[in-house]
């Protein structure tokens, strides 16, 4: 059992258990404030009934015209709480918002090459890839000393705004750009 609630500044303080796992990415104080701030109801928390944090999903809206989307920044849920359903109800919060709140287009998501779990959950809820992008986790200067070249999948999921799909193309495996060629 567990309760999904508005993430909140306090929480950096306690959420050590969920960020230090392989799978996540990890940022600056003012980075998590920042989402915090600008989009409050894209961003939650899953906690245990007692308290501790179980995980969380960070989210944002962003562009412009059909290409106005939700988006899934971060998304993690502590080792001992996985397999529970956890980040299904917590992009599930996610989707919602972005289609009834901010009506966006669809939900998309970046994710590693590598990572065959998260690419399954999320095949799983519907995403598909849109693109490759080619040392997309390098662009962002993680890794040690900023080398990580890892390649993303760019996910997406069409919301009821996108009826038709145009969101989403059938060969996004073969799509392959440049990190830089992403706003």
């Known amino acids: 059992m567990s309760i999904i609630r508005p993430f909140r500044a306090t ?19 003012s980075f998590y404030l920042t989402y915090l701030a600008r989009w409050p109801d894209l961003c939650c928390v899953q906690a245990a009934p007692t308290g501790p944090l179980m995980g969380y999903i960070l989210g944002k809206a962003e562009g412009t015209s059909t290409d106005f989307h939700g988006h899934i920044t971060a998304l ?4 001992e ?13 996610l989707e919602r918002a972005s289609d009834d709140t901010y009506g966006g287009f669809f939900v998309d998501l970046y994710v590693r090459c590598t990572n065959a779990v998260g690419i399954s959950l999320y095949e799983g809820l519907g995403y598909s890839v849109y693109r490759r992008v080619r040392e997309y986790y390098g ?6 000393g900023g080398k990580d070249e890892e390649d993303a999948f760019d996910m997406r ?4 705004r996108d009826p038709h799909r145009r969101s989403v193309r059938p060969n996004g495996r073969d799509m392959i750009v440049s990190a830089h060629d992403v706003s």
């Open 11 to 29: 929480d950096l303080f306690t959420f050590n258990n969920i960020n230090l796992d392989l799978w996540t990415e990890t940022y600056g104080i």
């Open 76 to 79: 993690t849920v502590a080792p």
């Open 81 to 93: 709480f996985r397999r529970l359903g956890l980040a299904r109800s917590m992009i599930a919060f």
């Open 139 to 144: 662009s962002l200067g993680l890794g040690p």
């Open 157 to 160: 999921k069409p919301l009821s």
